[in-house]
């Protein structure tokens, strides 16, 4: 919400001559606007964080780089205004800001040896080799099943040519501005990515080492094929939408095949999927496994666990079947997954022989059993039709998800640990988060203001408390002809002082009598008013609500702005209760707009009558928001309750 009215009514002449430098004045304007910063960047993390949106993990770090630089300068802000008081206040930023770092920087990926690896020995280089190399390296140590041999480009290779090529913080810089995963962005974003890695140069050193692993591979003449994958580091399974082939590959093209091959990486779809399991650019390192193109009769693959529907014999019906594709052969090979492993059904014409299909059954069954889950086995029959297995992954894949780092980073970003009702505990070292700095800083800030206030102001009455039956107590600054002449000289007023228009307006709804009000759902704030204006902030147990708005005879001149920031509850509760503000104000006619636990609704010029009922609308979603907690469960029951609670205010 921008302040901009506010400081239309509250200028720098408002105060007694002496009593205020301008240079404090402007610090609390200042930390006003960047208050609002804050709690849209710390809105936007929260909206992320509850599924809402999906981003790039780069966007996240930039988010919480953004949000420490402008909640240190708003701390310098506050600090400005009374130095003394808030002297030891940095240090307290400091340590939040490094837990946030700590929460959301993945540090730059090591560049482990060897380069190049026998595929026979990936599961000794585990971290670097990739799943699918370690998955064939098991099954040439652990079985008898055939496997095309070959030499893995280990994920050092991928590292060190990033490194060599300073393109990390320029990669870092492209992902950032990922903020959605829809179709055209990631197409974009791909192709920034590609252009970019496509201008880097290989080290000599290395271009050496693939050119003799190549060489190595290509013994007899052979052409080669290069299989990159895409492994999160710790995991024992590709990214899905993470692989790719590059075919007919001359050894001396082998740098710019394996360039090639490494751009699956960032394909839009596998953008998306590393996206989705929540892992950043940094953690899911490519390797590349290199292997002889020999002669074959046959390829194809094994699905050891079909999942499409396919009529099968009662018998089979429950443990499913396995399928046979050959790139010869215009339909499959079924083989039941019962222990004998029965042929169902194959191809009227085939080209696969039916030895070599129960071969690969059996090869696909025991790949299965030894790696834990079903597989997608590739696989090539040579010229004297022996099976070869080219490459296994689970199927179907879809992917293991990443640590759940985003837990610890809203506590230590969008958490609210402190409650200015809670004298004890409103302190800055108290603080958990950088959202309880906001909180803190903003309290202070406003408090620090109306304490500028004097009986000697410039037409100005001081700052008054109001007092009502209901557990609400604010804080009234009377501008202007916002309140009745019975207040005059009185330090504590009531309702019935209260001249200001919208003011009156909205507490019809906020004071009406309602049961379920208590000490512990009260609700205090602050309040500036003139007859026709009204800026105030409400403050519950852990939620923020502010209007500024405007109640005049002249329409044009109307306008109103509702900010609520919660702070309490699950996501589910959370996100209910910004769909329960927001299924009533909308068919008000207010424009709404909300990510996290944050909602903005505007309405614009209307009549004095039309901006005095939608104030005294709020004024009710204010205290039943207060007294009600939850609001709702779940976004479903939000909506059922906000057509309840609309139909009672008639």
């Known amino acids: 919400m921008k302040f901009r009215q506010l400081f239309n009514h509250w200028t720098y002449e408002t105060f007694p001559p002496g009593r205020l430098l301008r240079r404090r004045y402007n610090s609390f304007k200042m930390l006003m606007d ?19 949106s999906e981003v790039d993990w780069a966007n996240i770090e930039k988010l919480s780089i953004d949000l420490g630089n402008k909640v240190q300068l708003m701390l310098e802000q506050l600090q400005s205004m009374n130095p ?65 041999d070959g030499i893995v480009i280990g994920s050092g290779v991928y590292n060190y040519f990033i490194e060599a090529n300073d393109l990390r913080i320029h990669i870092d810089h492209i992902l950032e501005s990922v903020t959605t995963t829809e179709t055209d962005q990631l197409q974009s974003t791909s192709e920034a990515l590609t252009s970019l890695f496509m201008k880097g140069q290989m080290p000599d050193v290395i271009t050496n080492e693939l050119e003799i692993a190549a060489l190595e591979t290509s013994k007899g003449g052979y052409l080669l094929t290069l299989s990159a994958s895409v492994t999160p580091e710790d995991k024992t399974c590709i990214l899905p939408e993470n692989s790719i082939k590059v075919q007919n590959v001359k050894p001396q093209d082998i740098v710019s095949a394996w360039k090639k091959a490494v751009l699956c990486k960032f394909s839009p779809e596998s953008i998306n999927a590393r996206i989705k399991l929540g892992y950043s ?33 009662p018998a089979d019906q429950e443990i499913g079947c396995s399928v046979i594709l050959s790139e010869k052969d215009s339909s499959p090979f079924i083989f039941s997954r019962r ?56 199927y179907p894949n879809s992917g293991k998800r990443a640590v759940d780092r985003m837990k610890r980073t809203l506590q230590y970003i969008a958490d609210l640990n402190i409650s200015a009702k809670n004298t004890e505990m409103f302190l800055p070292e108290k603080s958990k988060s950088m959202y309880d700095l906001v909180r803190f800083a903003n309290e202070k800030a406003v408090s620090e203001m109306f304490s500028l206030v004097s009986k000697e102001g410039l037409g100005l009455d001081g700052a008054k408390h109001l007092t009502a039956r209901q557990p609400i107590s604010l804080t009234v600054l009377n501008l202007e002809d916002g309140l009745f002449t019975t207040a005059a000289g009185k330090m504590e007023i009531t309702p019935d002082d209260i001249k200001s228009s919208p003011m009156w307006a909205l507490w019809f709804g906020l004071g009406s009598k309602r049961p379920g009000w208590s000490a512990e759902n009260s609700v205090d704030g602050y309040a500036i008013l003139s007859k026709t204006y009204l800026n105030i902030k409400l ?33 589910d509760e959370r996100i209910a209760r910004i769909e329960f503000i927001k299924n009533i104000l909308a068919p008000l006619g207010f424009e709404i707009t909300n990510q ?25 979603i204010v205290a039943h928001i207060a007294i009600s907690n939850p609001v709702a469960q779940n976004s479903q029951q939000a909506i059922k309750e906000a057509v309840i609670f609309s139909a009672g205010l008639g």
């Open 34 to 52: 960047l208050e609002e910063e804050c709690l849209f960047i710390i809105s936007r993390i929260e909206d992320i964080g509850f599924g809402l």
């Open 84 to 148: 003394v008081r808030f002297m030891d206040l940095m240090d307290y930023y400091n340590k939040i800001n490094f837990y946030v770092r700590m929460a959301v920087t993945v540090p730059d990926p090591e560049i482990p040896v060897p380069f190049t690896i026998p595929l026979s020995e990936s599961t000794t280089h585990a971290t670097h080799a990739g799943a699918n190399a370690v998955n064939l390296a098991r099954i040439i140590t652990e079985t008898d099943i055939p496997v095309l």
């Open 281 to 313: 650019n940094r953690e899911t390192p490519v390797a590349v496994i290199i292997q002889p193109e020999i002669n074959t009769q046959d390829s194809g693959l094994i699905e050891t666990m079909h999942n499409a529907e396919i009529s099968l014999p």
């Open 339 to 394: 222990e004998k492993q029965r042929m169902l059904s194959h191809p009227e014409q085939q080209s696969l022989s039916l030895h070599s299909a129960k071969t690969i059954a059996a090869s696909g069954h025991q790949i299965e059993e030894m790696l834990g889950e079903p597989q997608k086995c590739k696989w090539i029959t040579d010229l004297r039709n022996q099976v070869f297995i080219t490459s296994t992954e689970p």
């Open 539 to 571: 403050k519950s147990e852990k939620d923020l609500s502010e209007i500024d708005a405007v109640c005049d005879p002249e329409i044009e001149k109307n306008h109103i702005h509702f900010r609520f920031k919660g702070g309490e509850g699950t996501p």
């Open 596 to 620: 996290g636990d944050l909602i903005e609704a505007v309405h614009k010029a209307a009549t004095e009558p039309e901006i005095q009922k939608k104030l005294a609308t709020i004024g009710h």
